[in-house]
Each structure stands twice: as structure tokens, then as C-alpha cells.
């Protein structure tokens, strides 16, 4: 785990989440490579939630694996465990596991079967008890009791290890927390707990000094620096670095870090900055990727969030990919299905983030659409679910932006308290059928903006 550095967007996943994780990823091995990666550190693209169909189709149609899934970055087992511990067979004897004890100045070894199951431990703490018991024997100042110990000991050495191992091992599973396994671990018997795989081998052992002296997991926040939109754990993390393109909010870090945060319309505008700034060549899936991400994050260059940068860098990738930029962008945002078959959940909260507002959490989605009629037909069951999300989460609202990109405008949808969104925008937004906004494209610097201030 200590060279791994998951690579990370926010909360609800948007292609530029997305994007910018496999990109930024992609950006810090080439650096590391080129400077001969002097701290042996690996970068691996991660997401905190299910993938935007716009990014499936992107990723599918250039070979490119999905980020992993990762549900927290709180410390596991198998982040401080010793992997594929040193084993011997139950039918081995004492003298063979103290030589591998001494030899690899190891406390306990794994004793397995034949066919490599586990089956309990054998420690340097069984051997010195079994030194012990055998001077039991010894009476002060009679030399028949120190030939039986001597002879006690040497039959020791010959003791099969599955005699005198420990079976009352504590079992842990890999992607259990280290917080949680070290009450366990220290109330133990034992000074060792064993991760097991699904046949019953053991593929780690994990000690008392590997929990309470456990490292950080290492991580790059891109999209984001929010905690609340961050990695459950993120407060117990390593930040090494954050990309970002929001407005700066509240994840602190132990060490000064490179924060770079830049105005523009999109993370993976930055990222494609950074690679072209680095001199590196940009591969067609990964130019793919992140002109698909501008262009989603920049309503096709037409959000008021859209900078000079991002349409140079947009127009870059387009000639690196032979493509025309509104004939790529309608093909992504079109892959994100037809209006009818994408489930109420996705359409409300595939794109939501919360923020807090005069101390109150509320939640702003944004549904980007090229067919508005269709997608507003669906009214009744999208507001039964704003109101379940109002409801479960305590919400003060919930406001959803339904993005017409062809019209340029979005429909404001509300539920819950009304009063900041009325009073940010004059409207009156607490009615059926929502309000029609004129030019309001960009959720962060239309919307959420004028609500937070």
C-alpha cells in the first residue's frame, strides 16, 4: 500500500471526475518515468461511485479499464499486512521451523496442509514454552532430573510443528479496517492475526506493531477539495496533491502539497495543460477521454464557465483526434441513453453535490439533456425522488438544473425550502413544472455560486 497513490474525483462521479483521475494518473507515472520514480510510487485512476454512462462509452470504445471502485480511504488489513507469509506443513518437525524462524528473523510462521490450507501458527513464543515445560522437570542437585530435561529437549527437536502449533489464530478479512482490527488484534491471545484468501490459504499475516504504527493511504484529489465531497476517510489520508478547478473549500493536509487550482471550465482542461506543458505525447484513448470530459464539464463550449484555455485545449485534442468538436460532444452527451430508459436515481443524482448554505446542507443536481421534452415528461416520479432525498438527508432543498444543450437554458426543479433560490435568482421556483432559465448552463458558476454568496 505505501507506494499506491489512488488517484481520485468527488462523490457522484461526473465524466470530468472521471476523466481527470485516468488522466492526472496517466500524467504522474509519465513524470514519474521520466525522473526515474525515485520513490517507487504507482498512480491508479479511482472513483467513488458508478461510472457516468458518457464515460463507459468513452473508456469501451478505446480499451481503457474503469477506474476501480474504492468505498473509503480509511487503512485496511491488507494495506499493513505481510503479504504471502513463510509457511511449512503441520508435518514438518520444531528443529526445521526454528532454523526458518532464526534464518528469516521471523516471530511466527504459517502451518499449512498439503494442499496449502491453513492451519494455525508456530511462534518463537511455542518454542520458548516448550523450553520451559521441560525444565519443569529439573529438581536443584539431582542429575537424573537434568538428563530427563536435556533429553526432553532433544526430543522436542524432533516434534512434528502441527503438535505444537497455535490454532486459536484471529482471522481477518483484507478490507477490514485497521481501526477496527486492533481492538481485536490486541484483545487476542495471540500477538499475530491471519488474512485468509476464498480456499482457506493464508495470504497475509498481520501483527500489533502493524496496526498501531499503520501508514496513510496516499492520495490525489482532482475535482474537488471539499471533504464532503471527498473519500469517506479522506480527513485520515495523505493528501500529496489536489487539481482542481472549483472554489477552494476545506480539506486540510499535514505537509505543504501542490494545490493547483485554475479557473477554467474543466479538471481535464488542466490535465491536458500539464501534458502538453511536460512535453509528453498524449495517446488517443486518453485524448479521447479527456476531450470528452471538456467537453461534458463546458455544455460543448458553450457554458459562461468556458475559457480561452479550454477551447484552445479542446480544439488541440480535436486535430490530435481528427475529429469535429460538436459532432464528438453530441455523440457524448447522446451515450448517455435515451431520456426514458435511464433510471429516476441517475437522472437526479448521477450529477448532485451538496454544499452548505447560511448552515444549512442543500443539495444542486444537474441533468444535461438534448431532449428536453422528454426528459421533463418524467416530472412527477423526479420530484417523488427529490422529496425522498429532501426527506432521508435533511435537506433544505433540493434543486435540479434539467440542462437543455441545444436550447442553452436549464428548467429549475425544486423541492423543500424555496426562499435562497427565489431570492438568489427572483423567480418563483416552487411551482409544477419548474422555472425555464435562460442561459444558466453551469451548475458552479451560475447556480451555486449566487446560492452560496
Not at 19 to 30: C, E, F, M, P, Q
Not at 370 to 393: F, G, Q
Request: hydrophobic residues 40%.
Amino acid at each position: 500500500m505505501t507506494n499506491t497513490v489512488l488517484v481520485l474525483g468527488h462523490r457522484n462521479p461526473d465524466n470530468d471526475s472521471i476523466s481527470a483521475a485516468i488522466g492526472h494518473a496517466y500524467l504522474r507515472t509519465k513524470l514519474a518515468e521520466r525522473d526515474g520514480n525515485p520513490d517507487g510510487l504507482v498512480y491508479l485512476p479511482g472513483r467513488l461511485g458508478p461510472l457516468p454512462p458518457e464515460s463507459k462509452w468513452v473508456l469501451e470504445r478505446n480499451g481503457i479499464d474503469e477506474p476501480m471502485l474504492v468505498p473509503h480511504v480509511h487503512v485496511r488489513v491488507k494495506d499493513v499486512m505481510t503479504e504471502n507469509p513463510v509457511s511449512v506443513t503441520a508435518d514438518e518437525t520444531m528443529l526445521e521451523a526454528g532454523r526458518l524462524l532464526r534464518k528469516l528473523n521471523v516471530r511466527s510462521l504459517v502451518v499449512r496442509d498439503s494442499d496449502g490450507k491453513f492451519l494455525g501458527l508456530i511462534s518463537t513464543r511455542a518454542i520458548a514454552e516448550r523450553y520451559i515445560s521441560a525444565t519443569d522437570m529439573l529438581q536443584e542437585g539431582e542429575e537424573s532430573s537434568s538428563m530427563a530435561v536435556a533429553t526432553s529437549l532433544i526430543e522436542s527437536l524432533t516434534q512434528k510443528v502441527g503438535e505444537l502449533m497455535a490454532t486459536n489464530v484471529l482471522i481477518l478479512d483484507g478490507e477490514d479496517l485497521v481501526k477496527d482490527a486492533a481492538a481485536d488484534l490486541i484483545a487476542s491471545e495471540l500477538r499475530e492475526g491471519v488474512v485468509l484468501d476464498s480456499a482457506g490459504r493464508a495470504i497475509g499475516i498481520v501483527t500489533r506493531s502493524d496496526v498501531t504504527n499503520a501508514p496513510k493511504r496516499k492520495v490525489i484529489l482532482v475535482d474537488h477539495n471539499e471533504s464532503r465531497q471527498a473519500a469517506p476517510g479522506i480527513e485520515g489520508a495523505d493528501v500529496l496533491e489536489i487539481i482542481d478547478h472549483h472554489r477552494i473549500a476545506d480539506v486540510s493536509t499535514a505537509n505543504p502539497i501542490r494545490f493547483l487550482n485554475l479557473p477554467w471550465g474543466s479538471t481535464a482542461t488542466i490535465v491536458t495543460y500539464e501534458l502538453r506543458k511536460e512535453g509528453f505525447d498524449i495517446p488517443r484513448g486518453i485524448a479521447e477521454v479527456l476531450l470528452s470530459a471538456i467537453l461534458t464539464d463546458t455544455v460543448i463550449l458553450k457554458s459562461p464557465t468556458t475559457t480561452e484555455i479550454d477551447k484552445d485545449n479542446a480544439s488541440y485534442l480535436c486535430d490530435l483526434l481528427g475529429v469535429e468538436l460538436r459532432d464528438f460532444g453530441l455523440q457524448v452527451f447522446r451515450a448517455r441513453g435515451g431520456e426514458e430508459s435511464i433510471s429516476v436515481e441517475k437522472f437526479v443524482e448521477a450529477d448532485s453535490k451538496e454544499f452548505l448554505a447560511n448552515d444549512n446542507v442543500v443539495l444542486i443536481a444537474q441533468h444535461e439533456t438534448v431532449d428536453l421534452e422528454a426528459a421533463l415528461s418524467r416530472e412527477e416520479e423526479i420530484r417523488a425522488h427529490m422529496r425522498k432525498l429532501l426527506n432521508d438527508k435533511k435537506y433544505d432543498f433540493v434543486l435540479l438544473l434539467v440542462t437543455d444543450i441545444l436550447s442553452e437554458g436549464s428548467q429549475f426543479l425544486l423541492e423543500g425550502n424555496p426562499k435562497i433560490v427565489n431570492n438568489s435568482f427572483g423567480i418563483d421556483v416552487d411551482q409544477q413544472g419548474g422555472v425555464w432559465m435562460p442561459g444558466i448552463l453551469s451548475r458552479k458558476k451560475q447556480v451555486a455560486a449566487r446560492i452560496l454568496s
